[in-house]
């Protein structure tokens, strides 16, 4: 289990990460969501070893991180690519499975899985600089997975990829996460985010916040931060609306009324369609939560409580 506990870095006046605290469970993967500047960067490189804190504790089954687990126990995807460019896809995979410490009779088949796996086989003998900015991302995710780290780290993992490729790593994270990797991911993909995702939490000007509605080991049904309702109604019906729990009309038509609720206990929305039901002319109800990316928008466009001074460092 990875943790953290209170974590700080400072630029100067400027405290780029304030008093972090997380943990990431051994065989999930948790994403760090938040805008540009809100620290992600920087507590990625902090977990990683390039940057160190000023404060605060990074652990490892809760021994510090340095001590507990090797260099070659962890994967760190940088969000920046930092690829050798006049070499072949094939020989750099080889060099970084020696750095990686893969026993040298390994190698050959570690490659072969790998390269399979990215569907990298028409491209082994390309040089790196001739790729795609997508196939360079499924390079690197290969040299950060193919020594079977515990400890996963990817900063932007699904950057210039597909949506072919896009499922392609989803499923892999997934497949590595079962595995029991510990992985911590930031993506400005929501959708993937949702899709992947044990825990999320936002980070926006060095603070975090957890967003329990949403990940997979979140009460999903629990309390999100809005509920839509679309009511079908009858042609020319006007609904008395006034006596539902608070909501807000957002859009409505010849036949719909698109109504938002915000956040409440499952049971007292249960209770509002129950009212909504009831009503004469309503002949159907669709429901449903936000989706992520709304929920991020929401949030990183209000002022979050504690949220700090504003300042921000990558």
């Known amino acids: 289990m990875l943790e953290l506990k209170g974590v700080v870095k400072c630029y100067g006046d400027i405290r780029a990460v304030d008093g972090v605290s997380m943990k990431v469970e051994a065989g999930t993967i948790a994403a760090l969501i938040g805008p540009n500047g809100a620290g992600k960067s920087t507590t990625f490189r902090l977990i990683s070893g390039l ?12 021994q510090r991180l340095e001590s507990a687990l090797t260099r070659e126990q962890r994967g760190f995807l940088p969000e920046e690519r930092g690829l050798y460019q006049a070499i072949e896809v094939e020989q750099l995979l080889r060099y970084w499975a020696r750095l990686r410490n893969i026993d040298s009779s390994a190698i050959p088949a570690v490659l072969e899985d790998w390269i399979s796996r990215f569907e990298l086989d028409s491209k082994r003998r390309a040089l790196v600089r001739t790729l795609s900015k997508g196939n360079q991302q499924k390079v690197q995710l290969a040299i950060c997975l193919m020594h079977s780290p515990k400890l996963i780290v990817l900063d932007e993992p699904f950057s210039g990829l597909d949506p072919l490729n896009q499922d392609l790593v989803s499923e892999i994270l997934l497949e590595q996460a079962a595995s029991g990797a510990t992985i911590l991911i930031s993506a400005h993909q929501m959708a993937l985010v949702e899709r992947v995702a044990t825990t999320v939490t936002l980070m926006r000007a060095g603070r975090t916040m957890a967003m329990p509605a949403f990940g997979k080991s979140g009460e999903r049904e629990a309390d999100s931060l809005q509920r839509l309702v679309v009511v079908h ?14 909501h807000q009309v957002t859009h409505t038509a010849d036949d719909k009324i698109t109504l938002t609720f915000p956040a409440m206990r499952l049971a007292a929305f249960t209770d509002a369609l129950a009212e909504l039901a009831a009503l004469d002319g309503v002949v159907d109800l669709e429901f449903s939560r936000p989706s992520l990316h709304r929920a991020y928008v929401e949030s990183v466009s209000t002022n979050i409580t504690g949220a700090g001074n504003g300042s921000s460092y990558t």
């Open 51 to 62: 940057l160190h804190a000023d404060d605060g504790q990074i652990l490892w089954c809760r």
């Open 233 to 246: 109604i009858e042609s020319g019906a006007r609904l008395l609306l006034t006596d539902l729990p608070p």
